[in-house]
Structure formats: C-alpha cells, structure tokens
C-alpha cells in the first residue's frame, strides 16, 4: 500500500510525504519518503545506537504507531534523518506507557534528499493478538514556531495528537504463507 501524508493544518510549505507499507508473516516494512527535506532541526546528541533518545519528537522525525488490535497497547517508533531512533509501548495513552523490553525492529536511512526512512519491524514485536495489522504513519517537521505535522489519518481537532489509537488505519493482514 502507498500513501500521500497529508499536514495538519500546517502554515507555510507543505512537503510531499509518501508512505508504503509490505506486510509478509515475519514482518511490516514501511518505507517514508520526504521530499525536498532541508535538515534544519537536527540534534546531534541523541544516540545512534540506543533506542532510548527521550526527547527525540521535539526534532524532525517519522514515526510509526502499530498495533495488532485497533486499540492499546501500541508501538511507538521514532527515527530522525541522521538514524537516531526512540521507541515506546504506549498501554494508555500520555499515561501509561514503557520501552519495549525486546525490540528486534530495524531502521535504514538511504537517501538524505528526499529523506527516505525504511523501519522494518518483526510481527513478534507488535503488541497485540491477531492476523489484522492497525497503525498510523506520521512526520513532525520544523523548529517550534514552525512546526508542522502530517499524518497517513489526522485528527481534527485545533492541534496534531497522533496518540489517538482510534485513528488508526488497518494497514492489512499478516501474510501466513
């Protein structure tokens, strides 16, 4: 499946985001292109290594939210341009929520203009039971004052809240051959 981003009432220039998913038994790779991306917000401290970059959504970054349910419990993945990377398991939204004690997901950044981010991520590591894959795709872009958001499904209220499990999309079914 492929996917234009649209914004959420973003000001200004709005950049074309793309987003496509492949689902097979083992694993969702989603791949997120940004096209003529800038890299104006960029912080060079987080880790390249860890997944524990708390913070890092206050910087450009893709995320995906992807469950096995329409509903909580969810997986948060974060990565920015240069490949940092932060994940969480949101159990209730702004509440409740914990790093994943077991993240085998994989990201790759191969081309800086259009940024492309491919994040695959092993079924075994998506929360939830079933064979129905939900999720959301999303881009947050832009230093604070001009910060703009786009999501594959957005919210409409005033301002972007991406954790909204019931926005989620049914991305497909888990491929069993």
Request: charged share 25%.
């Amino acid at each position: 499946m492929k996917k234009l981003i649209p914004h959420h009432k973003n000001e200004g220039k709005t950049l074309d985001i793309l987003a496509s998913w492949l689902i097979n038994k083992d694993s969702i790779e989603f791949t997120i292109s940004v096209n003529d991306y800038d890299s104006s917000n960029i912080n060079n401290e987080f880790s390249l290594t860890s997944w524990n970059n708390e913070g890092l959504w206050n910087y450009d970054v893709v995320e995906i939210f992807i469950s096995r349910a329409n509903k909580t419990p969810y997986l948060e993945l974060q990565s920015s341009p240069i490949n940092q990377k932060f994940a969480l398991i949101i159990n209730i939204p702004r509440i409740d929520f914990e790093s994943p004690k077991i993240l085998r997901a994989k990201v790759d950044i191969p081309s800086k203009n259009p940024w492309v981010t491919v994040i695959n991520i092993p079924i075994c590591d998506i929360p939830g039971s079933g064979n129905i894959l939900y999720g959301n795709c999303f881009s947050c872009l832009g230093s604070a004052r001009k910060r703009q958001y786009y999501a594959l499904n957005i919210n409409d209220g005033e301002s972007a809240d991406f954790h909204k499990p019931e926005l989620f999309v049914k991305l497909g079914e888990i491929i069993e051959r």
